[in-house]
């Protein structure tokens, strides 16, 4: 029997009743030797219980023989009643089975189609054409023979994943299959894994049970590694400012400069109506977003990837007591002003390679103590995570440049690349940072092969006072042509420390343009709702007509079933979606 394409949803046939049978005669003994032969461990058929003595059972089969076998499991079993059993053992004299609980694949349409197809009826045969069905597949001998071969040579993937990846025309390999299946379970943001690789960076440094002069040279490359092509600045040096001469200038003015920086900031922006009960963290954190778009404005003492922007007091205190046990580091003033308190305006990328520079020339004289409490330092931590931030977070005004999206993933892959060279040499290829850097990179590949057929970029972004993922969804299919008159939307999804799970759609024809956005929390709803009239005020200034709505709902969207799968039969119209300016 061939079995071709069903129609409509996959429903599982119920199992059917069949009466005893006689006990086979000795002209089918040859038969049924075959049949007992076929049964190897792990197959599965349908039986109907004949007699039932103990452990043993004797069972007639859809071709008219008997057999006998000896049950394993509690499972009271009733004179007439029809059940598939798996087999456990088979040694050519007695036949060990067990029933099959396999939800959805007691089905005689599955066993079927494997027999059409001449394919073994175990129990992942049974899942892939289980899993076939549920996708809408053809499951006649062809597709059953090529989607088996696929089977067999993945035996660690899961069968579902499998079946999905070959739908969807993707490659499919243990490392894929395990991107696929994080984007599945929506644990596959790249930003929480390049955090988890900047924590454990500095723990790797830390472990490392090598002498001094190799420690040191495998902190050089990694230095080297996530330091290259960051902006050379020139160093600032200390400022000296007599106490009377700071007094006064606290005296003119009833302002700090941090409060001055804040009023000016605040007048740019509509005044909020008084007596709201809004979290003043979520009002903050718009109005940085709110600004984004604009040109950076001088409201903080210190640029991001300065100490005094990452390193609190207590932090640089005790950064300092480190650095002074380090060579001649004590005697650099560009380190230390003359109080020695750490110079605030370095930036780590200028403080590692005076560290760099101090630990090659003095690695002769220095302890292992010395060293290993610079690199358990929270101030050495945070001077790496400064300048990894610095290297593969995008700012929102990045965002719009495709070349910079693009030469973030180029250098991600690089310096991966890079780091794993250095975890090789070291014999660290089985290395929690040696996981995580794979990781890496096979989310960047995952997302590779999606883009041949379709657009999706993750953003890991940086903002003011957070770092934040995005996912950004284009909705169409590169190997279909798209009508340049239809309309173009976007969606974006992004994970707010304040603003909580914010989603985006904006939909384009011509020049109107409609915004929808989307929030799990009330606090959040009314903070946007309020500020719509900016939003609608700068795309007309643009030249478009804007229509913004807000809501709330905590509706995700899921990456397989409405992304990847929206080309196929069952899931309606097409929606196309394309990229959109993401500040505004």
């Not at 040859?30 to 452990?55: P, Q, Y």
């Not at 993707?170 to 390049?194: C, I, K, R």
């Not at 380090?326 to 005076?354: M, S």
């Not at 900016?534 to 795309?539: A, G, V, Y």
Request: proline share 4%; charged share 25%.
């Amino acid at each position: 029997m061939q079995v071709g394409n069903f129609p409509g949803q996959y429903n599982k046939a119920g199992l059917t009743q069949q009466a005893p049978v006689a006990n086979v005669s000795s002209t089918n003994v040859t038969n049924l030797t075959s049949t007992l032969r076929d049964l190897v461990a792990g197959s599965v058929f349908e039986g109907n219980v004949v007699m039932v003595k103990g452990s043993k059972v004797l069972l007639s089969l859809d071709n008219g023989q008997n057999i006998q076998a000896r049950l394993d499991g509690s499972l009271k079993l009733l004179q007439g009643q029809s059940m598939f059993f798996q087999v456990k053992a088979n040694d050519g004299a007695v036949l060990s089975i067990k029933p099959f609980m396999g939800e959805g694949l007691a089905n005689p349409t599955l066993l079927k189609a494997l027999e059409a197809a001449g394919l073994p009826k175990d129990e992942r045969s049974l899942q892939m054409v289980d899993a076939m069905m549920k996708e809408q597949m053809s499951i006649d001998v062809d597709s059953l023979t090529a989607m088996h071969r696929v089977l067999v040579s993945n035996e660690t993937i899961n069968v579902s994943t499998l079946v999905q990846m070959t739908k969807l025309d993707m490659p499919v390999t243990p490392q894929l299959a395990a991107q696929f299946e994080n984007y599945q379970n929506d644990s596959h943001m790249l930003l929480t894994q390049m955090k988890d690789l900047m924590n454990e960076l500095p723990a790797f440094l830390e472990s490392q049970n090598l002498d001094i002069p190799k420690l040191l040279d495998v902190n050089a490359s990694l230095i080297d590694i996530l330091t290259e092509g960051l902006p050379d600045q020139e160093v600032q040096m200390p400022e000296i400012v007599p106490e009377n001469l700071l007094e006064q200038a606290t005296e003119m003015s009833p302002l700090t400069a941090g409060q001055q920086s804040e009023a000016a900031f605040e007048s740019e922006l509509p005044p909020l109506d008084q007596g709201e009960d809004l979290s003043e963290s979520v009002e903050q954190q718009f109005r940085v977003q709110l600004s984004a778009s604009e040109p950076m404005q001088e409201n903080n003492e210190y640029a991001p990837n300065q100490l005094g922007a990452f390193l609190s007091s207590d932090e640089q205190e005790d950064f300092a007591i480190v650095l002074r046990s380090i060579g001649d580091l004590a005697d650099r003033p560009e380190i230390f002003d003359q109080n020695g308190n750490l110079n605030e305006k370095l930036t780590a990328k200028q403080l590692l390679a005076f560290i760099n520079e101090e630990l090659f020339v003095s690695k002769q004289e220095l302890e292992m103590d010395d060293v290993k409490d610079l690199f358990s330092n929270k101030g050495y931590q945070k001077l790496l995570e400064s300048v990894m931030e610095e290297q593969w977070l995008l700012g929102p005004e990045d965002v719009k440049s495709k070349d910079k999206v693009s030469d973030l993933y180029a250098k991600l892959e690089r310096q991966m690349g890079q780091i794993e060279k250095v975890l090789k040499a070291t014999g660290n290829t089985d290395s929690l940072l040696s996981q995580t850097t794979q990781q890496i990179r096979g989310n960047m590949e995952f997302m590779h092969e999606v883009n041949q057929i379709y657009n999706y970029i993750q953003l890991p972004l940086k903002f003011e006072n957070q770092n934040a993922n995005g996912d950004l969804y284009v909705y169409t299919n590169k190997k279909k042509p798209r009508d340049p008159d239809g309309e173009l939307s976007a969606f974006l999804h992004l994970d707010m420390e304040h603003l909580g799970s914010t989603d985006v759609i904006v939909k384009m024809k011509n020049k109107a343009v409609s915004t929808d956005f989307t929030f799990d929390n009330d606090t959040s709803f009314a903070l946007v709702q309020k500020y719509l009239p900016i939003l609608e005020e700068k795309l007309r200034a643009k030249g478009y007509s804007c229509n913004a709505t807000v809501k709330c709902g905590n509706e995700k969207l899921d990456f397989v079933e409405d992304f990847l799968k929206r080309d196929a039969p069952s899931m309606g119209a097409v929606v196309h979606r394309y990229s959109f300016d993401v500040r505004a």
